[in-house]
């Protein structure tokens, strides 16, 4: 453990930080495979709905700097493309 007591902060602080990141990262994984359960059963409307979600989610995270940018728009052109090939 660090001396310094804004070094102890950081480390508090940081903690925190990651915890939040992947418990919203762990939701989007969720709706991620929401998305994908639904294209296998050949749900088109469960589907479309589960993507709407899914990319609300992502460009959220996105906002918030957990995903770079040119992920999230990787992850909506991939789960987009699989809902559209349906």
Do not use: C, F, W
């Amino acid at each position: 453990m660090a001396n310094i007591k804004s070094a102890k902060k950081r480390v508090l602080v940081n903690k925190k930080k990651y915890e939040r990141n992947k418990s919203i990262r762990s939701a989007v994984k969720t709706y991620i495979k929401n998305v994908e359960v639904a294209v296998s059963e050949g749900n088109k409307e469960e589907a479309s709905k589960a993507l709407t979600v899914a990319i609300g989610a992502i460009a959220k995270a996105s906002n918030k700097g957990i995903y770079h940018k040119n992920n999230a728009a990787r992850k909506v052109s991939r789960l987009t493309k699989l809902v559209d090939a349906m």
